[in-house]
C-alpha cells in the first residue's frame, strides 16, 4: 500500500467505514434505518461497548488482550443489585459493587499476569470461568429483580434529551483519553506496549504499570455492568457473557494494534459504533443471529490482518 494512503487509511479508515455503512444502509433501508430515533438506540447500544472496549484498549496497548470483560462486568452488576437488593445507597452500591471491584477483579488479573509470567490470554481466560462462575454461584443463577425504581432512573434516564448511558460513555472515554495522551502515565502505558524491554531499561515500572492497565479494564467493565444493570431494571447471572468479543473487536477495528503500542481512545468508540452499526443494521435487515456472530467473527479476523500487513508496510 502507498505510504501516504497507508497514513490516512491508518488515521481516518474507521470514519470512512463509518460513514459507508451509514450512506448503504440509508440506501436499503430509508424507512427504518435513516431516523433520530434509530440513531438514539444504535448510540444507547453502543455505550455499553464503548465502555468495556475503552478498558479492552489498555489490555490490548500493552500487546496483551483481557478475556474476562464479559464475566467483570457480570459479577459487578450482580453485587450492585444484590447491595441495592439490601438496601445500601444507591451511589455506595455504585461505588463498591461496580467501580470498586470492577478495579479489584483487575487488579487480580494483572497481578496474575505479573507474578506468574504467563500471557494474559490466560490468566483473563481462567478469570473470564472463574467471575462468570461466581456470578452463579452468588445469584443461585436466578435474576435478582428487587432493585429500587430510582437506581434505574437515575443511571437510564436522560439528560438534556441525551440518554445518561451515552453521557456516562462519553465521560469514561474523555477522562482515559485524557489519561493515554496527556499524562506520564499514559507515555508509560505506550512505551510498555512499543517495547517492553526498552520501557524497563528506561527505568519505567512495568510491573505495576501492567496491574494498573487490568485495573483500568476491570473498572471500565464494573461502570458497564452498573450501567446494563440499570438499563435492565435487574441483574442477569449471564448479562455480558460475549461482550468481550465486542470489546475486542471494538479496540481492533478502532485501530488499536494487535501488537501493542499503538492505538487511540478515538478509533476504539468508532470502533465500539461500527459494531453497533452493524448489529443494528443487521436487524433491521432481519439477518440471523448466527450469521451475525459468523459476520464479527470474519470482521474481527480481517481487522487483524490487515494491521498486520500495515505494520509490515509501515517497518519497511
Given amino acids: 500500500m502507498n505510504k501516504d494512503l497507508r497514513y490516512y487509511w491508518q488515521r481516518f479508515g474507521t470514519l470512512l467505514i463509518f460513514v459507508l455503512l451509514i450512506i448503504i444502509m440509508s440506501i436499503l433501508s430509508p424507512k427504518y434505518f435513516f431516523t433520530v430515533d434509530n440513531f438514539v438506540q444504535i448510540l444507547l447500544q453502543s455505550a455499553i461497548t464503548i465502555l468495556i472496549a475503552v478498558g479492552e484498549f489498555f489490555a490490548i496497548l500493552i500487546a496483551g488482550i483481557d478475556l474476562s470483560v464479559g464475566s467483570v462486568l457480570g459479577l459487578t452488576g450482580m453485587v450492585t443489585a444484590l447491595l441495592l437488593s439490601k438496601s445500601v445507597n444507591i451511589y455506595l452500591a455504585i461505588l463498591i459493587g461496580g467501580i470498586l471491584l470492577g478495579a479489584l477483579l483487575g487488579a487480580i488479573n494483572g497481578s496474575l499476569v505479573v507474578f506468574t509470567g504467563l500471557h494474559p490470554f490466560i490468566i483473563t481466560l481462567g478469570g473470564l470461568t472463574i467471575f462468570r462462575g461466581l456470578t452463579l454461584m452468588i445469584s443461585d443463577a436466578r435474576p435478582i429483580y428487587n432493585i429500587p425504581p430510582g437506581f434505574s432512573r437515575s443511571i437510564s434516564g ?3 434529551s441525551i ?10 472515554a474523555i477522562i482515559f483519553a485524557f489519561v493515554t495522551r496527556k499524562t506520564k502515565l499514559g507515555r508509560n502505558i505506550y512505551a510498555l506496549g512499543g517495547n517492553e524491554e526498552a520501557a524497563w531499561l528506561s527505568g519505567i515500572n512495568v510491573k505495576m504499570h501492567k496491574v494498573l492497565v487490568f485495573m483500568f479494564s476491570g473498572v ?3 461502570i458497564a455492568g452498573v450501567v446494563m444493570t440499570a438499563r435492565m431494571g435487574a441483574a442477569e447471572p449471564l448479562a455480558g457473557n460475549g461482550y468481550e468479543l465486542f470489546a475486542i473487536a471494538s479496540a481492533i477495528i478502532g485501530g488499536t494494534s494487535f501488537f501493542g503500542g499503538k492505538g487511540k481512545i478515538f478509533g476504539v468508540v468508532m470502533g465500539a459504533l461500527i459494531i453497533g452499526l452493524i448489529n443494528n443494521a ?6 440471523q ?3 451475525q456472530q459468523i459476520f464479527m467473527g470474519l470482521l474481527i479476523i480481517g481487522s487483524v490482518s490487515l494491521d498486520k500487513f500495515l505494520s509490515k508496510g509501515s517497518s519497511k
Fill in 158 to 160: 436522560t439528560i438534556l
Fill in 163 to 172: 440518554p445518561v448511558p451515552i453521557i456516562i460513555a462519553i465521560i469514561v
Fill in 220 to 222: 471500565c467493565a464494573g
Fill in 282 to 287: 443487521l436487524n433491521i435487515l432481519n439477518v
Fill in 289 to 291: 443471529t448466527y450469521y
